[in-house]
């Protein structure tokens, strides 16, 4: 049972470029999410999902899309990278509201990206 | 908004008690997280706190006052692998409805040293 499965784990890339970094659980869990972690700021929220076909936005979403075709993915685009967006990205995911759900996350591994 | 504030680095002995604060200011506070990082790895459940008081896991205990808006997280017998940074996480759904998010407050380093 993989859980949560992040990729690429790490990623190199120039300015202006287009990166994906996908995201995969085998939960199915009804929320997804994104954050980056940056020193000094902690691990912030880009965007999130509540299901498939609904988004919404975090507190740091601009320069990134998201999109959830199926409950299992949730990949996140940076459409034209900038070196600002050098960071450590995780996906997490938590279960469907209800009374077992305490609202934990279940984080992915990370996935490390460089923009030169 | 938002604010959540802990210690950015601790230092402990081997063996001894540390205690990790976290203090919060939100509106729709719903529960209190805790989780650990160690580097270079995703964030793991800790603790989770939703009424006043210490719940007790292990040599880890987490304390929280709603009135306070305060948190700790106190590891007790430290070891070396105690060494990570633990993240302060405060639920809440600002505008009353029924969705709502983690926020995590920049986190503390602590070091273990022998």
């Known amino acids: 049972d993989a859980g949560i499965t992040q990729s690429p784990r790490y990623k190199i890339t120039e300015t202006g470029r287009q990166v994906t970094l996908m995201c995969h659980q085998t939960?199915?869990?009804?929320?997804m999410f994104w954050y980056r972690q940056d020193l000094g700021h902690g691990l912030r929220l880009i965007y999130y999902?509540?299901?498939?076909?609904?988004?919404d936005k975090g507190e740091v979403p601009d320069g990134y899309v998201v999109s959830r075709s199926k409950t299992e993915n949730f990949p996140l685009t940076l459409e034209s990278a900038t070196r600002s967006q050098t960071s450590v990205y995780f996906c997490?995911?938590?279960?469907?509201?209800?009374?077992?759900?305490?609202?934990?996350?279940?984080f992915g591994e990370g996935s490390r990206l460089t923009v030169l | 908004g938002q604010n959540i504030d802990q210690p950015t680095e601790m230092t402990a002995t081997e063996g001894a008690i540390v205690q990790i604060n976290c203090t919060y200011q939100?509106?729709?506070?719903?529960?209190l997280f805790w989780y650990q990082q160690h580097a270079g790895e995703a964030p793991t459940f800790l603790s989770y706190?939703?009424?006043?008081g210490l719940e007790e896991k292990g040599r880890f205990s987490s304390f929280l006052s709603r009135s306070k808006g305060y948190s700790y997280l106190l590891l007790k017998e430290l070891q070396m692998k105690d060494s990570a940074s633990y993240l302060c996480?405060?639920?809440?759904?600002?505008?009353?409805?029924?969705?709502?998010?983690?926020?995590f407050g920049k986190g503390t380093k602590l070091s273990v040293i022998p």
């Open positions: 997490a995911s938590r279960r469907t509201s209800g009374s077992s759900d305490t609202g934990e996350l279940f």
């Open positions: 939960w199915s869990h009804s929320y």
């Open positions: 999902s509540a299901a498939a076909d609904i988004t």
């Open positions: 939100t509106s729709g506070f719903n529960g």
């Open positions: 706190n939703v009424l006043d």
């Open positions: 996480a405060v639920k809440a759904a600002p505008s009353g409805a029924g969705s709502y998010q983690l926020t």
